[in-house]
């Protein structure tokens, strides 16, 4: 019979303790956010330089409209009227119809012949008769002169004068604008679109003479038609 043993106890092992999850640090959050903020400015950004590109290429096709409008429809349209308005002149007719007071003394010194227009009876004229046998000479007499009769007579006196004098006419006007007060103006007008009309005729029609230069380089027109 084997002889009897005691064994020792054996103890259990202690259980791993758990593995604890990493804090996430404060500076790989703004690592994160700042790569997705990043990401989404690009993606921004290239979206806008591209409508800007669109935009640009369109604009540049239409360059050479575009300055024709606006140098020969808008600028020169501008100048050459003002020109033409400071060349005009003003027509029409004006028709007056009013009435003018005349007050004045109007002096008569004249020969004239006047015809009475009745029997005038003249006391103590003298006349020399020559009928027949008989002649009378400067004789003082009374005399009736008949109606109708035609009298030479001389004329002075002063004859004061107090009318309204009526006065119905058309007047024609012709005023040239560039003898009256809006010359200045108008000149003025024209020199300050002028300026603008040389700068618009001096840009570039195309995108090639944008890029080429004016006049282009002859490598850079090869290049971009």
């Known amino acids: 019979m084997a002889p009897y043993s005691e064994e020792a106890p054996v103890e259990a092992s202690p259980r791993p303790p758990k593995a604890e999850k990493p804090k996430a640090s404060a500076s790989g959050v703004f690592l994160a956010f700042g790569s997705v903020f990043w990401t989404i400015a690009s993606v921004i950004s290239l979206t806008v330089n591209i409508i800007l590109i669109v935009v640009l290429v369109y604009l540049s ?4 409209n575009i300055k024709k409008i606006v140098r020969d429809d808008v600028l020169a349209g501008l100048y050459t009227n003002f020109a033409l308005m400071d060349q005009a002149s003003i027509k029409t007719t004006i028709p007056i119809h009013t009435e003018v007071p005349a007050k004045f003394d109007l002096p008569l010194d004249t020969d004239t ?18 009928t027949g046998g008989l002649t009378i000479v400067n004789a003082p007499t009374d005399i009736t002169l008949p109606a109708g009769t035609r009298l030479p007579i001389h004329l002075t006196l002063v004859v004061p004068v107090d009318q309204k004098i009526p006065v119905d006419l058309s007047v024609d006007v012709n005023i040239p604008l560039n003898k009256t007060d809006l010359h200045q103006p108008f000149v003025g007008l024209q020199n300050l679109v002028a300026p603008y009309y040389v700068m618009v005729n001096g840009l570039p029609d195309s995108m090639s003479q944008i ?7 002859p490598l850079c027109k090869e290049i971009i038609p």
Not at 61 to 64: D, E, I, N, R
Not at 113 to 130: C, E, F, Q, S, W
Not at 211 to 217: A, I, R, S, T
């Open 113 to 130: 012949v006047v015809v009475l227009n009745k029997d005038t009876r003249i006391a103590g004229a003298r006349v020399t008769l020559n």
């Open 61 to 64: 096709s239409q360059l050479s």
């Open 211 to 217: 890029l080429c230069g004016m006049p282009p380089n």
